[in-house]
């Protein structure tokens, strides 16, 4: 039985900060990489960050410099720091594990007011 549960979504405004937590259960979650993807109105799923089980990262333009993704696996754990948010960066979040196949959490919302 596999969970991904994410916390910490919320209102924030423009310019604000707020960090995203993703706890894994059911994996051995150091083997796994993990992401965050986002959804909003409009748009399709996108990448938002990404973290090997080595712990290389990877982010597209849009958030590189304003976004870190980081894992604990002592608490089987993924985040991720979002600092000066954006409008743009309102939408459902979702947290993914990827190994064998993906394991996709439920998602939580990020709310961006000016």
């Known amino acids: 039985q596999v969970q991904l549960v994410e916390s910490g979504g919320g209102l924030v405004q423009v310019g604000g900060s707020l960090t995203l937590s993703c706890a894994a259960s059911g994996i051995i979650f150091s083997a796994y990489a993990m992401s965050w993807y986002r959804q909003s109105p409009g ?18 333009d849009s958030v ?4 870190t993704i980081s894992r604990d696996n002592a608490k089987n754990t993924a985040y991720l720091q ?10 459902v979040y979702f947290c993914l594990a990827f190994k064998d196949r993906n394991y996709w959490g439920k ?8």
Do not use: C, H, W
């Open 43 to 60: 748009k399709q799923r996108e990448l938002v960050a990404r973290i090997d089980s080595g712990g290389s990262t990877n982010y597209p």
């Open 64 to 67: 590189k410099g304003r976004f």
């Open 82 to 91: 979002m600092n000066s948010l954006k409008p743009e960066d309102a939408g």
């Open 107 to 114: 998602g939580i919302l990020v709310t961006v007011s000016s």
